[in-house]
Every structure is written in C-alpha cells, then in structure tokens.
C-alpha cells in the first residue's frame, strides 16, 4: 500500500486579478518607457531636455532651437552634403543662447546672426577646388548661458571626434561666458567672438579673437565723436548715467572705458554722475530706479545735451520709456553702446505690439534722440570697400534674401554680418592651415596659429570690412565702427530704417 502525501488544495486562481495586475504592471512599463523616448526624442542627438523645458546642447542642425526651423533644416542639408561629399571637411560650432533670453539678446537677433553663420558656411562649401569644407554646427548654452559647461564639454570632446577645429558667436558678455572662452581656451580650441562686446574677454593667451569691438574702442569712438561736438560748440553739456550693477561686466567696463577715454580726449563731462542698479529678477526695481533717473536728466530746467548711458538696452529701453511718461518732454541725444539694440529685445509678434505701441508713444512725447556705436552697418561697407557694387555686402545681401528668406532691411541691425564674418573668417583660416603645413587633416592648432596670421596682408575680406586681429590681443583692427541712431517704433517703421547710419568712426578718433 502506498503511501500518499497530503497536499492542501491551493487556492482557486484569481485569474481576474492576476491579468489586471499584469496589465497595470505592463502599462507602466510600456508608460516610463514612453516617458524616457519622449524625454529624448523631443530634443535629439546632443541635445538633452534641463529643468525648465529647454533643449540644449549640440546639433548639426537636426534639432531646431527657438525659432530657428527653416534654418535648422537648411544647415542640416549643408552638412549632409558635405558628409556624402566623402572630401575632407572641419567641424566650425556656433555657440550662443539659441533660444533667446540671455540679458538683452532677444531671439531675432539671434536667428540673424545664425543666419549669417549659415550664409558663411554655404560661401565656403561652394568655392570650387578648395579644402576643407565646413560643418557647421549650433550649440545652444540655454537662456542667460546658464549651461555652458555641459556644453562647452561636449565641444571639447567633438574636437577630436568630429574635427572641431574653432567655435564661433558667444551672443552675450557675461561671467557664464567668460569661464566658457577660458575653458575653451585651456582646451586648444580656437575662438572668433561675433557679437561680444566686454573688454575682459581679450587676453594675451592666444585662442580668443573677435570681429565685433571691445567696450575700450567703443568708448573711445564714442569720446572723440562728443569732444568734436564740444569744440564746435560751446558749453556743449556731456552727463552720464551708470549702471552700477558689478555684476555684469559690460556695464562696468562702459562706464569706467567712457571715463578714461574722456580723460584722454580731453572731453569735459559733469561731475555728477546720475547712477542707478540692475540686476537679474530685478526688472521692477529696475523700472523705478530709472524713473528717478528720468526726473533728474529731463527734470533740469534745461537737460544736458547729450547723456552718455553706460548700460544695456533692457535698461536703455526703461530709461527712454521713463522721460517720456506723462507726456514729458526731454530734448537730448543719448548715446551708448553696442547694447543699445536691446531696446527692441524680445519684441517681435502680435503679443509686443501694445508694448511698442507704449514705446513708441513715450519716445515720441520725450523727443529722445538716441545714437549708439554698432559693432557694423551695412554703409560700414561701403566706407570699407568704396562704392556699393565694390564690396562682398551685395552678395550677401541677395544671398540673405534668396536663402534665408529674410528682407534685406533686417540686415542694418549688423548680427547677420556679424555672424558670417565670425565664421568666415574661422573656415578661410582652415583653407590657409592646408597650404602652409600640406597636410591633409586641419586641426584646431593649426586654425589657431592662422587666426594669429589674420592681419596685414594676410587679412580677411569680411562683409562689415576687412577682418584683421592684433597679434597680440585678438582684438579687431583697421576698421571703423558704425554710430547708428536708432528710431523709434513709429519712424522706423515709416521709413523702413530702425538703424540709420549716421557716420562711420574710428577707436584712435
């Protein structure tokens, strides 16, 4: 007889719960991994999504930051076509916050300057029998640059990688970029500067050079320009008013430059100096601050004749706004820096229209002329190049039209040109490493070394003048900067011109 084992009976399955438990379980696997291929996918390769939303990184066009679209696929195909080329190419990054955002760089300004580094890399690519063609590619640093260093690390890394061999643009001086171009440097990657303008990015450390103008030779353009409107006429009255914000090192070096620069030129200047603060998240304090400023320049019995404003166009903006609250009226020139284009930040689309219609209207009851020194200006080069049709600019000009789609009259702000230069002259300083080492691989050494090269006779023929470096310091030479009025709202839209030319100037006077 054999012995049985007692087995109690199991359980009846619940065969109801046990599927909807399965079905819970899978649907949030299926759910998280839908999540992360969201999360990945709405950026794309090199560029990874950070608090806040924003996509930044590195793209050769594949993403599209802001409003960039059109131009994104533009550089894309450029770049594909350079890739099923099979010749011998160089990677040139163009770095900025691509979105907008930054200080007073708004994202017009931006798409214009991309634009320009796209209309460079499409003039390069199409030189016949000339190496090595370019790949351009955007690297977002997100708004106010706050990510510059995942950024500036996944550059480093492309150097070997993807033959990186220089980085263009950095939209906006401040501290982010600073430790960027220092970080940069220390890796051996080249830098040409578009649209920066403190004077703490230049250094005796070769790797950083630029085609806009530093605040010291701006200041200086700008304290000739005013001692000559005091010899002409007497008791011409000079005031300034200063951002005293530490913090950002534009305003600093604008008003301490503009002091020297009067010291040198002979310049006489008022002693009291009309100060206030800005500072970010700080708009509002901002705002009444430079309404205080409004009643003391515009409240005198006679205002001085020109007011020197060492701040950013944010600022310049509220200022502008504050003298003509109330109907005031405040007959002055005001003159400032390259900034200056920060009075039209972020003002594009229907949702600003009833904001610059207020513009415009205090503008106009103020009577505010307001001048600043541009870094260019499409006259600028003809000043360089003599007659219209003797220079690149008409080109360029049709070349902007055709393939970006932009009007031409977008081109006066200078960013375009500014943004090509920067890069063109980066890819004729890889054309030049091929004819003086013969070597069939460009690295960013040798850009380096040619950029070093880039003046005398061996400089570049740029939309906005002749591209030229000090050998010592980077810095722009032997050409002349523009001073731009910029109109109001209203005028500008009249006349077809918010930045008319008004002559062209040099930093030794």
């Known amino acids: 007889m054999s012995t049985r084992i007692f087995e109690p009976p199991r359980p009846p399955r ?7 438990s399965a079905l819970v379980v899978a649907a949030v696997a299926v759910a998280a991994v839908v999540q992360i291929v969201d999360r990945a996918g ?25 409003n960039m679209q059109q ?24 770095v900025e916050a691509m979105a907008g955002g930054s200080a007073d760089r708004g994202p017009e300004a931006t798409r214009q300057a991309v634009s320009g580094a796209y209309l460079a890399q499409r003039a390069l690519n199409a030189e016949r029998a000339t190496l090595p063609k370019v790949r351009l590619l ?34 906006q001086s401040n501290d982010r970029t600073m430790s960027a171009v220092k970080r940069l440097r220390a ?24 085609v806009s103008f530093p605040n010291r030779d701006q200041t200086a353009a700008a304290a000739g320009y005013l001692e000559q409107q005091q010899r002409k006429h007497p008791g011409y009255r000079v005031q300034v008013i200063r951002d005293g914000n530490e913090k950002d090192d534009y305003n600093t070096s604008l008003y301490e430059d503009f ?3 009067a010291r040198r030129t002979g310049l006489k200047v008022d002693d009291e100096v009309v100060p206030f603060r800005s500072g970010e998240g700080e708009e509002a304090t901002a705002g009444n601050a430079l309404s205080l400023v409004a009643d003391k320049v515009c409240g005198a019995p006679k205002p001085p004749d020109v007011v020197y404003f060492a701040g950013r166009g944010r600022e310049l903006r509220r200022f502008i706004e504050a003298a003509g609250e109330g109907g005031r009226h405040c007959p002055t020139t005001v003159l400032s820096g390259s900034s200056a284009l920060g009075v039209y930040f972020d003002t594009g689309g229907d949702r600003h229209r009833a904001e610059l219609a207020t513009l415009a209207e205090r503008w106009k009851h103020s009577r505010l002329t307001v001048y600043y020194t541009a870094f260019t200006h499409p006259r600028i080069s003809e000043e360089v190049y003599g007659a219209a049709g003797n220079g690149p600019f008409a080109d360029f000009a049709r070349a902007y ?103 062209a100037l040099h930093a030794d006077g």
């Not at 260093?149 to 263009?168: F, H, R, S, T, W």
């Not at 890796?187 to 950083?208: I, K, N, W, Y």
């Not at 030479?477 to 001073?483: E, F, I, K, S, T």
């Open 187 to 210: 890796a051996g990657l080249p830098m040409v500067g578009a649209t920066v303008a403190a004077d703490g990015l230049s250094s005796r450390t070769a790797g950083f050079y630029r």
């Open 401 to 503: 039209r055709d393939e970006v789609g932009g009007p031409p009259a977008a081109l006066a702000s200078g960013q375009a040109m500014l943004g090509h230069d920067a890069v063109y002259t980066i890819g004729k300083a890889a054309r030049s490493a091929v004819g003086v080492y013969g070597t069939r691989r460009v690295t960013a050494r040798m850009v380096l070394a040619m950029l070093e090269q880039t003046n005398g006779r061996s400089r570049v023929r740029g939309i906005s003048g002749y591209i030229a470096f000090d050998p010592d310091t980077g810095e722009p030479v032997d050409r002349p900067l523009a001073l731009v009025e910029l109109r109001r709202p209203t005028d500008a839209g009249e006349a077809g011109d918010t930045y008319r030319f008004v002559a």
């Open 138 to 171: 955007l690297a977002n640093t997100g708004s106010g640059d706050r990510h510059w260093k995942q950024v500036v690390d996944q550059l480093i890394a492309m150097k070997g990688k993807e033959n990186l061999v220089a980085v263009a643009g950095f939209g």
């Open 42 to 66: 709405r950026c794309g390769d090199g560029v990874r999504e950070v608090a806040g939303g924003e996509c930044v990184g590195v793209t050769d066009g594949a993403y599209a930051f802001g």
């Open 14 to 20: 619940r065969w109801g719960l046990w599927i909807a």
């Open 259 to 261: 002091s020297a620069a």
């Open 71 to 94: 131009l994104s696929a533009r550089i894309r195909d450029e770049n594909q076509k350079v890739a099923t080329s099979g010749q011998r190419s160089v990677a040139i990054a163009y």
